[in-house]
C-alpha cells in the first residue's frame, strides 16, 4: 500500500513552490495565503509584492489540482481541510514548530537544498569545527561535481584568491549583457492592487518602495532566468564577485537568490548546468567553481548551521552588541546619509530589496557590527527588507558571519573593516566627502573611524583570537584612539 505521502495531498509553503517538493506532477496540493504573515512585522514592499505573486501565480498553474486558501491564519485554512496532508520541512523554526503540532500532517525532509540533514550530521560528527571549506569539498565529491575522478578539476578546490579582484578601473560598470527582465501580468496587478487596499485598511505596513516586478515568479520563469545567466552573466562572474561599482549595482551576479529560495529552483540542478559551462568551454573554472561553491557550498551550509547549532544560536550575543537601530536605517532612508557607499547600498535597498553579497557584508553589516546594534535586530532587519530574506538565510549569516555574535563557531574573526577596504573594492571614495584614510575630523570617514572604535570596544573579548593579533597591535599603536572613540560616541545613532 502506498504510504501517506505518496498518495496524500501536499501542503506547499509560498517558499516550496517548484515541481520539487511534489512526488509526482498530478499529486493534489493545498497552498494557503496567510495575510497575518504580513501584519506582524514590516516587510519590504517588493518582498510582500513578490512572495504573494509567487503563491498566486503557482494556484493559477496547478488549478484544480490545488486548493487555495486565502485566510487570515494558516490555522483556519487548515480547519477547512481534510484528507491526509503531507509537508516537506518548513523552512523556520517557528513554521517547523507549528506544523508539527498539527494533528494528521506528515512532515517529510526538508527538500530545495542539496545535501540533506543526515548526510549533514554525519560530516559534522567527524569535524573538530564546522569549515565551510570542508564542508563543500565534501559536498564537491559527494555530488562529483567540478572533479576529475578523485581530484578537482584542473587540481584546485578554491578560486577565492582569483575571485577578489578590485573594481576594475577607470569605469562605473562591467558592461556586461542584463539579467532576465520580468513582464508583469494581471497576477502581479492584483497583487498590487490588494497590497494597496490592505495598507490603506491598515492591516499592513511596508517599508522600501514598490516597483515593476524584477524577480521569476514562476519555475518557467526561473529557469529562463538561469539559462540567461549561465548564457550571459557566468562567465564573467568570477574575478570581480566580490567588487562593487557606483553605476553597476548588478555586477555580473546571477540574482538567483530569490527564485531560489521561493523553492522555484533546485540548486543541485543550477550546480550541474554551471559545470556543464565549463565543461562545454563557455565558461572559466574559477567563474564556475565561484558560483557552484555558493550553491552546494555556502547555501547549504548556512541552512544547515541553522539547524545544528539549535534554537538558541538565533539569540547568541558574543560581543554584547546592545544598541538599536537607528529609524534613518530601518526607515531604509539613504536621504539621510552623506556616506557615498551607503548611501547608495541603502537606496538600492530602499528601491529594489536586493544587492549583492558584498554590500550585505561590507557595508550594511559592517556598519552594523562597528556601532554595536544587537545581532537579533539586524538578522530581523534583513529578513524583512530582503527579497531573498528569509529565518534560515538571515540567521547564520547575520549572527554567524557579519556580527560574529556566535563567538567563532561559523567565521574565525569578525568581519570588520574600515574604509581603506572599501575604497579598494569600489569606486565609491573618489566622490565622497569623506576620505577612507582619515578617522578623526571632518573627514572621518565612518568606515576607518568605526572599525577602531569596534576594536577598543572589544579588545578584550578579541584578544585570544589569533587572527586579531595584528589588527589590536595595529589599534595599541594608533596615538589619537580616545580621540576617535570620544568622536564615535559624540556623533551617535546620526545618519553618517
Ligand atoms: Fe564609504 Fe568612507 Fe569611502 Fe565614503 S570614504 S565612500 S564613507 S568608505
Redesign the pocket.
Known sequence: MNNVAETGRRWCFADQLGPHFLDHPDQPVLLIESRAAFGRRRFHRRKAHLVLSALRHRAAELGDQAVFLQTRTYREALDTVTGPLSVCQPTSRAADSFVRSMPGVEVLPARGFCTDRAQFDEWARGQRTLLLENFYRDARRRFDLLMDGDEPAQGRWNFDADNREPAPKNTDTLGITAPWQAEEDEIDEQVRADLDRWEREGAVAFVGCDGPREFPVTATEAQSALQIFLRDRLPHFGPHEDAMLSGDRLMAHSLLSAPMNLGLLDPLECAYAAEDAYRGGHASLGSVEGYVRQLIGWRDYIWHVYWHFGADYRRRNALQAQAGLPDWFSDLDADAVQ????RDVLAQVRDHGWVHHIPRLMVLSNYALQRGWHPAAVTDWFHRCFVDGYDWVMVANVVGMSQHADGGLMATKPYAAG?AY??RMSD??GQ?R???SERVGELA????AGYWWFLHRNRRRLEGNRRMNQPLAGLRRLKDVDEVVAQQRRLGQAAP
Open positions: 556616506a557615498r557607499c551607503l574604509g572599501i575604497n565609491y571614495c565622497c569623506y576620505h577612507p570617514c565612518p568606515y576607518t
